[in-house]
């Protein structure tokens, strides 16, 4: 079984609850939501978790690679414990700050479904999170085990470990293209129809 951080844990169950709670409430959902005096503050908050989450994500991608580039075995240790601590206390919470303040919003315009371009960019969100969540935290948890049976002071990699954390860098950078998506859709809202439109045609 996956070992998740309690931060993450909680952050993924709020995210899973929110998305819930509009599915099968979506009048309560609306009426909860609906703050037009708070617009400008979540617009705020919105663009700064997420600005943040993905500046952390393309810094934390570089970081690692330059430790495995090095391939000294402490280097990587410390370099892949950072990145995943950040990615629990940091990278986790404000996800869920960009998630709040984007269905606020939303909410306030009409709703995630009417607006074409929210609609894309809040499925492609979900897709992102989705391919994070089911490749890189089980990768997270297998190099976990195998760091735990390595020596402190071994100067020398597994090959195990390695492979498995380029294929979390690969993960990583696949998960920035998402993102660089959602910012294109977010800065020039192009005129495009609601998603659910498309798929019901």
């Known amino acids: 079984m996956v ?3 309690k931060s993450l844990k909680g952050c993924l169950g709020l995210m899973a609850g929110l998305i819930s709670y509009g599915l099968l409430f979506p009048v309560s959902f609306k009426s909860f939501f609906s703050h037009p005096e708070l617009h400008l503050y ?14 952390n994500a393309v810094i934390g991608s570089l970081w690692e690679a330059r ?10 240790r410390y370099t892949y414990e950072t990145v995943t601590w950040m990615d629990s206390v940091f990278t986790a919470p404000l996800v869920l700050v960009a998630v709040f303040t984007g269905i606020l919003m939303a909410t306030n315009l009409g709703g995630v479904w009417t607006i074409g371009w929210l609609s894309v ?3 492609v969100f979900l ?11 089980p990768t997270q948890y297998r190099v976990n085990r195998l760091f735990a049976v390595l020596k402190e ?7 195990q470990i ?13 998960s920035l ?5 959602i910012f294109f859709l977010m800065i020039f809202k192009p005129e495009i129809e609601p998603i659910q439109k498309w798929l019901f045609r």
Request: glycine letters at 6%; zero cysteines; proline letters at 3%.
């Open 3 to 5: 070992k998740l951080s």
């Open 42 to 55: 979540a617009k705020f908050f919105h663009i700064l978790s997420v600005t943040l989450v993905f500046a």
């Open 67 to 76: 430790g495995l580039f090095s391939n000294r075995a402490e280097v990587v």
């Open 121 to 123: 960019a809040f499925v």
């Open 127 to 137: 897709g992102a999170g989705l391919f994070w969540v089911i490749l890189d935290i």
């Open 153 to 159: 002071n071994s100067q020398t990699l597994p090959i």
């Open 162 to 174: 390695k492979k498995l954390l380029w294929f979390r860098l690969g993960v990583n950078l696949l």
């Open 177 to 181: 293209l998402p993102l660089l998506l």
